[in-house]
């Protein structure tokens, strides 16, 4: 049973074309997150829901839109993109547990990765 | 959340225990310490983490100095399958992401 997955693993696509990339996670978590890892290899959060809501907006152009249709999915859909969204795209997720000791809240669940190949 | 140095490769022998240091002189009385780890190809897993006692599962253990000032991962009997880049972050617990940032880590080599 996959915990975190990812769809498409991998998007070639053209400059000015408008895509989309889906995570579904099963974990029952109420927290889920898109990150960007670019090819210095750093990895970078880009946006956080909560409950659906967006609670974590971090630098990014607004042609990047995520949205969460429930709480065990949260997409992100891209317009117009560039030559520099090129990356790999991750999903997580975490579960909201405070009451165990060290509290579980920031234990990130990662998807497989999406590799995005701008042309 | 603050920031964090590690050595940016390690080698260690199949079967032996892999020691990865990790500096966080400027972390805050309630950041936590998180390990993750990457194998090639393949997103982040995490492996443990703590805030001042030493924290033990069944992939590692995680030692923090008493000033919390540094930590070291430790994998007891490291394989071929832990070749990975290792990240060490320091956070809030109920942080949701605010300046989450992963990299560039340690590559651990396992040798045979």
């Known amino acids: 049973d996959t915990a975190v997955s990812q769809t498409p693993k991998y998007l070639v696509t053209q400059m000015g074309n408008d895509k989309s990339i889906k995570c579904e996670q099963n974990?029952?978590?109420?927290?889920m997150y898109w990150y960007k890892q670019d090819s210095k290899k750093f990895l970078k959060i880009m946006f956080s829901y909560n409950n659906k809501e967006l609670i974590i907006n971090e630098t990014v152009p607004n042609r990047f839109s995520p949205k969460s249709p429930d709480k065990a999915h949260l997409n992100l859909h891209i317009n117009s993109l560039e030559l520099g969204d090129s990356a790999v795209y991750f999903c997580?997720?975490?579960?909201?547990?405070?009451?165990?000791?060290?509290?579980?809240?920031?234990?990130?669940?990662f998807g497989p990765g999406t590799r995005l190949t701008v042309l | 959340d603050a920031k964090t140095t590690q050595p940016p490769s390690m080698d260690c022998a199949e079967g032996r225990a892999a020691n990865l240091p990790c500096n966080h002189s400027?972390?805050?009385?309630?950041?936590?310490v998180y390990w993750y780890r990457q194998i090639h190809s393949q997103g982040p897993q995490y492996i443990i983490h703590?805030?001042?006692n030493n924290e033990t599962n069944e992939m590692a253990s995680l030692i923090i100095t008493e000033d919390r000032k540094s930590s070291t991962l430790i994998l007891p009997h490291a394989t071929l399958r832990d070749t990975a880049v290792y990240y060490c972050i320091v956070r809030e617990a109920g942080n949701y992401g605010q300046n989450f940032v992963f990299g560039p880590g340690t590559r651990l080599s396992v040798l045979p």
């Open positions: 974990l029952g978590h109420d927290t």
């Open positions: 703590g805030l001042k």
């Open positions: 400027t972390i805050s009385g309630n950041e936590y």
């Open positions: 997580a997720s975490s579960p909201k547990i405070m009451t165990v000791y060290p509290p579980r809240v920031n234990e990130q669940f």
